[in-house]
């Protein structure tokens, strides 16, 4: 019996018990079923997730699916042509510290206080159209009596974790790392905290010598986990990066650390944690020399001047594991090519998107599908050193999902997974590369002619790796493309092609004033700084949701 001579009603009854997924692939397997579909609400609200790689938020909150599905398709139609629904500006004295953590916007910098200094930290929550509509952004202001070096917040926990250096006052007392658990919307001490202050003794003692310094390089928040980044660095540039995992409920002693030259980390849900580094070499050759390297400092990254010969690598390291001793354990490396042995520079790109296992925010009608979610590598390489069919600059893609722990230690070679990976070159002059769900943002200085040498303009670029916008954006314009958008935001959408898939790269055509961006998975942040003020724009993508009456 053919499964079309079944009576409509039935027909649909199937469909309704499918899930988003499933009921997908029966809409691209079939045009009958994806007219049937068309012509349902509730339906067509749940392929539209899968299409765009969302998963549906929790019930209730007096929206309809009519509601969601209009909110959804403004959504998919406003990031690729950048026709965003608001615009939000603030401008405001240069910061000594300023980004986006969650959805939340800060900045914060030293105050005059009592003939003394104290920080005032300012922090904004973020539009979402995807949830109830605001008026303007939420806005705070705590004054906080110690430097802040860096801030996470998770929202879905009302939690934020302020980072501070201590300096002891005196020699013989070892130089700290202080994470402070914070409640989000007051400052006070957390709640769910033991311990409201999470304490790390470096190896360094007193007050540093001219020339070296120590620095928090990340702080990022997961579940119950929290976990920090310190770099101590010498004169010469030389140093150490420990990591550090603590449960911030507990508190107490870090459940974890490690030890590295220079890492980056993303600590991608409460069991696993992935490590990028560059393996040091033997330090003696056969003949006994040994291996000199030099540093430099970028605010996101170290650039080396020297490397030995090995190639970056992944580390996939499982916390969950019960040791008798603190050390991270390495389950599993994940090597990159052989050729890529010269980096100057390389890093974990953020990802803002909501990661595996992790409660959403309340209120959320749809948000992207954490299984989905990919990782980006950056490797700059060095000029006299690029190898064959790589640009200077260059992002590594993958699915988190394809990072896999073992029970023993192993090595992956580049040729065994490389299949997995998506390889893009990007222009000499890009930076910021971070990623929002299945969508890498970036920008590229560019150079104009009618201003002086010192000056320079800023072109934004976004990457949809979502492999069904193409046939989207197709079917919007009807024209073959480049496609060109008029918004307050010009924009031109062009389509390039990876392994027989093609996806979608949508750029901005007039330049702009900017030194550097932010992207979540609702909108871009431009920053702006000169001289004696900051200024930031705050575009946010989607259709605003009402409910139905």
Same mark, same amino acid.
């Given at each position: 019996?053919?499964?079309?001579?079944? %009576?409509?009603?039935?027909?649909?009854?199937?469909?309704?018990?499918?899930?988003?997924?499933?009921?997908?692939?029966?809409?691209?397997?079939?045009?009958?079923?994806? %007219? &049937?579909?068309?012509?349902?609400?509730?339906?067509?609200? /749940?392929?539209?997730?899968?299409?765009?790689?969302?998963?549906?938020?929790?019930?209730?909150?007096?929206?309809?699916?009519?509601?969601?599905?209009?909110?959804?398709?403004?959504? $998919?139609?406003?990031?690729? *042509?950048?026709?965003?629904?608001?615009?939000? /500006?603030?401008? &405001?004295?240069?910061?000594?510290?300023?980004?986006?953590?969650?959805?939340?916007?800060?900045?914060?910098?030293?105050?005059?206080?009592?003939?003394?200094?104290?920080?005032?930290?300012?922090?904004?929550?973020?539009? !979402?159209? =995807?949830?109830?509509? $605001?008026?303007?952004?939420?806005?705070?202001q705590h004054n906080v009596p110690f430097d802040i070096r860096k801030v996470a917040i998770d929202a879905s926990q009302g939690l934020m974790v302020l980072a501070q250096v201590y300096f002891p006052p005196h020699q013989n007392s070892a130089i700290m790392a202080v994470l402070h658990i914070r409640n989000l919307y007051v400052c006070q001490e957390h709640q769910q905290a033991t311990h409201? /202050?999470? @304490?790390?003794?470096?190896?360094?003692?007193?007050?540093?010598?001219?020339?070296? =310094? &120590?620095?928090?390089?990340?702080?990022?928040? @997961?579940?119950?986990?929290?976990?920090? !980044? &310190?770099?101590?660095?010498?004169?010469?540039?030389?140093? *150490?990066t420990e990591l550090i995992v603590f449960n911030w409920r507990r508190g107490g002693a870090p459940l974890r650390t490690f030890t590295s030259d220079i890492l980056f980390f993303d600590l991608i849900s409460e069991s696993r944690l992935i490590i990028l580094s560059q393996p040091d070499e033997d330090e003696d050759d056969d003949n006994g020399d040994s291996v000199v390297t030099t540093w430099e400092r970028k605010s996101d990254g170290l650039y080396t001047s020297e490397r030995g010969k090995r190639p970056p690598r992944i580390s996939v390291c499982d916390i969950s594991r019960v040791l008798d001793h603190q050390l991270l354990p390495e389950t599993r490396s994940y090597e990159f090519a052989e050729a890529w042995n010269a980096v100057s520079f390389m890093q974990i790109c953020p990802n803002h998107s909501l990661k595996d296992n992790v409660s959403q925010s309340p209120g959320i009608l749809f948000y992207n599908d954490p299984s989905l979610r990919l990782t980006a590598v950056t490797l700059d390489f060095q000029p006299h050193a690029i190898p064959s069919g790589c640009s200077r600059k260059m992002v590594i893609l993958f699915d988190q999902s394809k990072l896999q722990s073992s029970e023993?230690?192993?090595?992956? =070679?580049?040729?065994?997974?490389?299949?997995?990976?998506?390889?893009?070159?990007?222009?000499? /002059?890009?930076?910021?590369?971070?990623?929002?769900?299945? #969508?890498?943002?970036?920008?590229?200085?560019? $150079?104009?002619? %009618?201003?002086?040498?010192?000056?320079?303009?800023?072109?934004?670029?976004?990457?949809?790796?979502?492999?069904?916008?193409?046939?989207?954006?197709?079917?919007?314009?009807? *024209?073959?493309?480049?496609?060109?958008? #008029?918004?307050?935001?010009?924009?031109?959408? *062009?389509?390039?092609?990876?392994?027989? !898939?093609?996806?979608?790269?949508?750029?901005?055509?007039?330049?702009?004033?900017?030194?550097w961006i932010d992207a979540t998975e609702d909108s871009v942040v431009l920053y702006d700084e000169r001289e004696g003020q900051c200024l930031i724009r705050i575009l946010t993508f989607g259709k605003e949701v009402r409910a139905s009456t």
């Open positions: 019996m053919s499964f079309f001579t079944l %009576s409509g009603d039935i027909i649909l009854m199937i469909l309704e018990e499918l899930d988003p997924l499933s009921l997908f692939h029966f809409c691209l397997a079939s045009r009958v079923i994806h %007219s &049937i579909v068309g012509h349902s609400t509730a339906l067509r609200y /749940r392929y539209e997730l899968s299409l765009c790689g969302m998963r549906d938020g929790p019930p209730g909150g007096g929206y309809a699916a009519r509601d969601r599905l209009l909110s959804l398709l403004g959504y $998919k139609r406003g990031w690729p *042509t950048l026709s965003q629904t608001a615009e939000d /500006r603030l401008r &405001i004295a240069p910061p000594t510290i300023m980004g986006v953590s969650g959805t939340f916007l800060f900045h914060a910098s030293q105050s005059p206080f009592n003939n003394g200094f104290e920080w005032v930290l300012h922090v904004y929550e973020l539009r !979402s159209f =995807r949830m109830a509509p $605001k008026p303007r952004l939420p806005y705070y409201p /202050r999470l @304490c790390f003794y470096t190896d360094w003692w007193g007050a540093l010598p001219p020339g070296q =310094r &120590i620095s928090i390089e990340q702080v990022q928040i @997961c579940g119950s986990l929290v976990a920090v !980044s &310190i770099r101590l660095e010498l004169e010469t540039g030389e140093g *150490t023993v230690e192993d090595t992956v =070679r580049w040729e065994d997974w490389q299949k997995y990976c998506m390889v893009l070159n990007l222009p000499d /002059r890009a930076d910021a590369v971070q990623l929002a769900g299945r #969508r890498l943002a970036f920008f590229e200085n560019v $150079k104009d002619s %009618s201003t002086s040498p010192l000056e320079s303009s800023s072109r934004v670029h976004f990457l949809d790796l979502n492999q069904y916008m193409a046939h989207f954006l197709w079917s919007l314009s009807r *024209t073959n493309p480049p496609w060109r958008w #008029r918004d307050t935001v010009a924009a031109v959408s *062009t389509i390039f092609d990876h392994r027989g !898939s093609q996806y979608v790269r949508t750029s901005t055509v007039d330049t702009l004033n900017m030194t």
